[in-house]
Nanobody, 122 residues
Framework: QVQLAESGGGLVQAGDSLRLSCAAS????????MGWFRQAPGKEREFVAG????????YYADSVKGRFTISRDITKNTVYLQMNSLKPEDTAVYYC???????????????WGQGTQVTVSS
């Protein structure tokens, strides 16, 4: 099993930047892909970005493409989500997750962190 712990959330204004971190521990070698999801109140959890541990290939939701950047530091077993030009609609709890293969579906990710709140005021 893989244990994940997010950090870096907070309250910011529209247009600001924020960087989230996700520290992975346990059997990290058994999961090839890390992803970020978010869930706003009353809405379903949605995919934000994904990255492969090996090679660093990335993929994004259209809603964040060009504003968010996912990256990883293999030496620290940590994945990051750099969020720029934040909008009020980015307000949500952000979750880090791990999967065997590249996917945008939450059901394909079987390890999850506890989430970190991001609030963007207008």
């Amino acid at each position: 099993q893989v244990q994940l712990a997010e950090s870096g959330g907070g309250l910011v204004q529209a247009g600001d930047s924020l960087r989230l971190s996700c520290a992975a521990s346990g059997r990290t070698f058994s999961r090839h892909v890390m992803g970020w999801f978010r869930q706003a109140p009353g809405k379903e959890r949605e995919f934000v970005a994904g990255i492969r541990w090996s090679g660093g290939d990335t993929y994004y939701a259209d809603s964040v493409k060009g504003r968010f950047t996912i990256s990883r530091d293999i030496t620290k077993n940590t994945v990051y989500l750099q969020m720029n030009s934040l909008k009020p609609e980015d307000t949500a709890v952000y979750y880090c997750a791990a999967a065997f293969g590249s996917s945008r579906r939450s059901q394909d990710f079987d390890s999850w962190g506890q989430g970190t709140q991001v609030t963007v005021s207008s």
